[in-house]
T-cell receptor, first 113, second 113 residues
Framework: DADVTQTPRNRITKTGKRIMLECSQT?????MYWYRQDPGLGLRLIYY???????NKGEISDGYSVSRQAQAKFSLSLESAIPNQTALYFC????????????FGDGTRLSIL | DAKTTQPNSMESNEEEPVHLPCNHS???????IHWYRQLPSQGPEYVIH???SNVNNRMASLAIAEDRKSSTLILHRATLRDAAVYYC??????????????FGTGTRLTIIP
């Protein structure tokens, strides 16, 4: 089983709909992250969380919200989806200790029509 | 944030060594050099990281210039499975809470059978 699991893997929806992407991890890591990737571009950080009570904005948080329901679960919501949020979304985790690598899920491909 | 510059693409023959360059002329003393790779249809995967000294692990070697303004990721014997986009990333760990991994566009490595 994958250490970092994202659901769904693919989603097509309409403008204005509320969407939730879920991420769960079995690595026991405290830190979790959400990134988006647009075609031909690198990843950009949306939100990150150091523990259940900690949420921080990344560089492109507008239009998104997150919830850290437990150490192992971190969900990303689009309250009212718009077409330019069509992208590949990745969840990642890392250990609390300094400069540890981030471990990524396989991504959710989201298309908003 | 300090920036990295990588070639857009490179090709290499299977079973030969590959040297992937990265320039980071504005690197600060507290920036670690991280390398990740992204295989098709997968999330990024940690490869290696270092600060000043050259580093080796089971996946690759990292050679860091004496002035730290450039580095080279070395795959000792490329296989078809090494075909991916390789990202060179600087990570400043002097500021606790600076969790941003800034992914550029990376180098797309093609392995020729």
């Amino acid at each position: 089983d994958a250490d970092v699991t994202q659901t769904p893997r693919n989603r097509i929806t309409k403008t204005g709909k509320r969407i939730m992407l879920e991420c769960s991890q079995t690595k026991g890591h405290d830190r979790m992250y959400w990134y988006r990737q647009d075609p031909g571009l690198g990843l950009r950080l949306i939100y990150y969380s150091f523990d259940v009570k900690d949420i921080n904005k990344g560089e492109i948080s507008d239009g998104y919200s997150v919830s850290r329901q437990a150490q192992a679960k971190f969900s990303l919501s689009l309250e009212s989806a718009i077409p330019n949020q069509t992208a590949l979304y990745f969840c990642a985790t890392s250990d609390l200790r300094g400069h540890q690598p981030q471990h990524f899920g396989d991504g959710t491909r989201l298309s908003i029509l | 944030d300090a920036k990295t510059t990588q070639p857009n693409s490179m090709e290499s023959n299977e079973e030969e060594p590959v040297h992937l360059p990265c320039n980071h002329s504005t690197i600060s003393g507290t920036d670690y050099i991280h390398w990740y790779r992204q295989l098709p249809s997968q999330g990024p995967e940690y490869v290696i990281h270092g600060l000043t000294s050259n580093v080796n692990n089971r996946m690759a070697s990292l050679a860091i210039a004496e002035d730290r303004k450039s580095s080279t990721l070395i795959l000792h014997r490329a296989t078809l499975r090494d075909a991916a986009v390789y990202y060179c990333i600087l990570r400043d760990v002097s500021n606790f809470g600076n969790e941003k991994l800034t992914f550029g566009t990376g180098t797309r490595l093609t392995i020729i059978p």
